[in-house]
């Protein structure tokens, strides 16, 4: 079995994109020799605490879990991937934080409230349209929608800083609407 | 002239767009004025070549300097000196009939005179009409300072025609930012107003913004994030000394001066929203001047001192706000469309003028501030940063050319706009210095 079937199995089997934490993942799998398939580990960056995923169709691994632990062990994994994702979009002239954010918020919350020596920065950035310093108010007004949410899920305001760019630093150079969309953001530093 | 020019305004005059030149490592990169458009309405004026005795430093001369001067006020149209029949350097010279007859309405003629370091220049402007002098006067400075003196003759020939007092000799201020080893370099830099002997004043890796000048046109104060995030400084311009005024939690952005040159107006956010504050520099002690939960920023005092102007987004949308006085209820000015932001007044309460959203552009417009009515003066469409000039007459402002900002000026009462080559790098947040006698 080659590395990119199997790191496709194990997405599946995970049923979640575990895709950044995978790179590390098919590391590890490659080097201990492929053949029967074992353990497998993701290594968190951030927190750097380490989670076991089911194994695969050679079926070897999973026998010292049992189905509570393994559960739980999908869900962290789960939570980690979550997490993963760390830069959250805006549309123009607004601070709401959108739907399909808030299920990733709620896990960088949780992991916060359960590590509360991890700190965050939360930077706020505007597309280049409009005035600067009203940007650098709206890029903070974004930063403080998403402090606000992850004190709300349960990190504490002690762990967050924010401080915003407003629109000096694009994370993509350009004058059209997918740059745009990209630079109206909050990126979360973690430290 | 187009089509779209003679329907926008009886008074379009032209568009000098500055570009920042890419010098490598020079330490002195200059903006380049590009006169874009010409004018149908400007005064024809003749400037003819100063007669010179002694030798004149290399560079501009000092004729040369007054044609490009009155030449970027979009007022005058100056006569090229190959076009002039005679080079009068004296009124017993001056042949009234020549420059009648080449249309010439004003005749500006002079002579420079070195003496060890420094150069004198007479210099009388002439009604061709009526045959007067109109005025007459010697200027000196030092051989190095030849564009001031320069700058002061067409100060003096720009009031004496118009009545308006010359914004020639003033200072831009604005702030650069290229690549250098990989890394973002931000530039605050001040030039003559034409662009010309620009300096760097301070250096960063981290955004330098909203430079705005003291009264005295002897300090700026400005933004700048080389601690991490942005932060207020007062720059002294003669000693290079540096003063952190506001360094709160959050946001300290957006300074403004009192006409005293004693306090700043500015937003801070420490108490978690964006609100103006008032700031006495001797004390450092503030003032809340808005209190809601929207965003304000970007004020302004307005002509009277006494009132100001700024930002809020308090009715949905950013839109410019007016206060009497700086406990007065905030009254809305502009209504025309969903984003009108940055005011900036002329000194005589007659206009104010402020980015504005129309469509997906973002032009330069002003509000009649007595009849409400709001005219759109721009044509390129990611304008920023307006900045008028001392006098009312002209406004610089910053504006996109493919990927790179570079600096437009207009007249204030309607412009046209652009097109010049590619330059390195960005040049915006253009501040208009006082007039300082």
């Known amino acids: 079995m080659n590395l990119s079937t199997q790191t496709k ?21 490659d080097e201990g020799g492929a053949g029967t398939g074992s353990d497998v580990s993701a290594i968190d960056q951030e927190g750097g605490s380490t989670v076991y995923g089911g194994g695969d169709e050679g079926g070897v691994s999973s026998s010292g879990l049992t189905d509570e632990e393994k559960q739980a062990a999908e869900e962290q994994a789960k939570q980690a991937a979550l997490r993963e994702i760390t830069t959250f979009y805006f549309d123009f002239d607004t601070s709401e934080i959108k739907p399909e954010a808030r299920e990733v918020l709620v896990a960088h919350a949780k992991y916060l409230a359960s590590h509360p020596q991890q700190d965050v920065r939360l930077e706020g950035h505007a597309d280049e349209r409009g005035t600067k310093e009203y940007n650098l108010a709206l890029g903070e007004r974004r930063a403080n929608a998403v402090k606000r949410f992850l004190i709300v899920n349960g990190a504490s305001r002690g762990q967050i800083e924010t401080v915003s760019y407003g629109e000096e630093k694009p994370a993509v150079m350009g004058s059209n609407e997918s740059a745009w969309a990209q630079n109206r953001r909050v990126e979360l530093v973690f430290k | 002239m187009t089509q779209r020019t003679r329907t926008l305004s009886r008074h379009v005059f032209l568009a000098v767009v500055i570009a920042m030149t890419a010098l490598v490592n020079s330490a002195h990169a200059e903006l380049l004025i590009r006169i874009t458009e010409g004018a149908d309405s400007a005064i024809p004026i ?38 002039m029949l005679s080079l009068p350097s004296r009124r017993e010279d001056v042949y009234f009939r020549d420059w009648r007859m080449l249309g010439q309405r004003y005749v500006l003629v002079g002579e420079l005179k070195r003496s060890a370091d420094r150069v004198s220049a007479r210099y009388e402007l002439f009604d061709v009409n009526r045959q007067e002098r109109i005025l007459g006067e010697t200027a000196s400075a030092s051989v190095n300072s030849l564009r001031t003196l320069g700058h002061h003759i067409s100060d003096k020939v720009y009031e004496a025609i118009t009545g308006v007092k010359g914004a020639f000799s003033t200072r831009l201020a604005y702030i650069t930012r290229d690549t250098f080893k990989g890394k973002p370099r931000y530039r605050l830099q001040v030039s003559d107003v034409d662009g010309k002997r620009a300096r760097i004043r301070l250096e960063s890796q981290e955004p330098i913004l909203s430079p705005a000048w003291s009264p005295d046109g002897k300090k700026l104060a400005y933004v700048s994030f080389e601690t991490g995030k942005p932060v207020i400084f007062v720059h002294e311009l003669a000693t290079g000394k540096r003063t952190k005024v506001a360094d709160f939690p959050g946001l300290n952005s957006a300074p403004a001066w009192s006409d005293d040159g004693r306090s700043l107006l500015m937003t801070l956010s420490k108490d978690g929203n964006a609100e103006i504050y008032r700031m006495d520099l001797a004390s ?98 990611s304008d920023e940063s307006p900045s008028i000039s001392p006098n009312g007459r002209m406004l610089i402002y910053a504006t996109k050319q493919g990927d790179n900002s570079v600096l437009t000026v207009i007249s204030a009462d309607g412009g046209a706009a652009y097109s010049l080559p590619a330059s390195e790098g960005d040049v915006r947040e253009p501040a208009w210095g006082p007039i300082v006698n």
Request: with cysteine.
């Open chain 1, 9 to 29: 199995a194990l997405a599946l089997l995970l049923s979640v994109g575990l895709f950044a934490g995978c790179s590390t993942t098919g590391e590890t799998m």
């Open chain 2, 46 to 83: 003749a400037v003819v070549p100063f007669s010179e005795s002694g030798t004149m430093p290399a560079g501009d001369k000092v004729s040369r300097i007054v044609q490009d001067d009155l030449t970027m006020s979009g007022e005058f149209r100056p006569l090229p000196p190959e076009k």
């Open chain 2, 284 to 381: 450092g002690k503030l003032t809340k001047l808005t209190d809601h939960w929207a965003i304000d920023t970007e004020a302004v005092y307005d002509h009277t001192g006494q009132g100001i102007f700024f930002t809020s987004d308090r009715s949905g949308g950013p839109q410019i706000y007016h206060m009497d006085s700086l406990d007065a209820e905030p009254r809305r000015i502009t209504f025309g469309s969903r984003y009108n932001a940055r005011p900036r007044p002329d000194n005589e309460g007659r206009f104010v003028y402020y980015v504005h959203q129309r469509n997906s552009a973002f032009h330069i417009a002003r509000t009649n501030l007595k009849t409400g009515e709001e005219t759109i003066l721009t044509r390129t469409s």
